[in-house]
């Protein structure tokens, strides 16, 4: 999730190749499916959702232009990246096309790097930021956000023969756990799990091999990351126990536009409803996400 900037062992797939549990490689950066259009749904899509007051006219604007204009970074697999044919994919671009082709538009990207995200969001540079962007109270009172679209927070990660073993904080005490060097993740471990030794890494696949060699008892990773790399593993890493200290994501917009954050929400819950983000998920972590 984002806070100041990914805080957990980042999927370094450029920069680490391990062995075995290694996630494949995700290739540069840019866009799977055609941008989503109007299609069947047309103006007819438009005028039958519901009516909100937007006292600053954005969605009108929105409609005019028939675009949804989405921040992203770009450059964050298996979110949003520029694949090996030059184009954007991931779950959230997926997401985005769907969303918008919801509400009878199409989406727009504007890639942008995380430290510029919601200053490009406050200058208007973009209608939305779909970056999973984690609501926090503090957020809360700058932004509108959607309905969360990801659940996330920590998960336990062992080798297979130690699911039910290691399937909790309390279990791991006195083992060597291995987290991302300077997550929240970490300061989580040392402030609830004192009894836990901490072994800190700076990539997930090095986590990864000392866990299959047996240099570490448990990984602590941020669950849907962890579904996404597992899905890609050989199955002597498993997920263990439910995952903890819980954070959603949800789609950001600017203060004062309540008629775009509800038509969003509407298109939200509609693709929840037909199942099509059920289905969007599975295809990238392999389970639902939105949940």
């Known amino acids: 999730m984002k806070n100041s900037r990914k805080t957990r062992i980042a999927i370094d797939v450029a920069a680490e190749a391990a062995p075995r549990a290694q996630a494949p490689a995700l290739p540069a950066r840019r866009t799977l499916l055609g941008a989503a259009t109007l299609g069947a749904l047309g103006l ?7 009516a909100f007051a937007d006292p600053a006219g954005l969605w009108k604007r ?45 989406a727009k990207f504007v890639p942008t790097p995380w430290s510029g995200m919601l200053a490009g969001l406050d200058s208007g540079r973009f209608d939305v930021v779909i970056n999973q962007v984690t609501i926090t109270p503090d957020r809360e009172k700058k932004y509108l956000f959607s309905k969360p679209y990801t659940v996330s927070g920590a998960q336990i990660l062992v080798r297979k023969n130690d699911q039910t073993r290691y399937a909790s904080i309390a279990s791991l005490a006195g083992r060597v756990v291995g987290v991302g060097l300077g997550t929240d993740y970490e300061a989580w471990l040392k ?67 309540p008629q775009l954050q509800a038509h969003v929400d509407a298109a939200l819950e509609a693709l929840r409803k037909d199942g099509k983000l059920a289905a969007i998920s599975d295809k990238w972590f392999g389970m639902d996400i939105s949940r």
């Not at 979110?79 to 969303?99: I, P, S, W």
């Not at 597992?230 to 949800?250: C, E, I, N």
Request: hydrophobic share 40%.
């Open 44 to 50: 007819a899509g438009l005028t039958s959702l519901p």
């Open 62 to 106: 929105i409609q005019a232009r028939k675009e949804l204009l989405v921040g992203l970074e770009g450059t964050y697999p298996p979110f949003n990246y520029v694949d090996k044919h030059g184009d954007l994919t991931g779950f959230e671009v997926e997401l985005a096309k769907a969303l918008a082709a919801q509400m009878g538009l199409s």
């Open 191 to 257: 402030k609830n799990a004192p009894k836990v030794r901490i072994q800190t890494y700076s990539g997930i696949n090095t986590a990864l091999q000392d866990l299959e060699i047996g240099r570490v008892d448990a990984i602590i990773n941020d669950r849907l990351e962890s579904a996404y790399l597992l899905k890609h593993t050989d199955g002597r890493v498993v997920a263990a126990g439910k995952p903890f200290s819980k954070q959603y994501s949800g789609i950001a917009m600017r203060l004062g536009h």
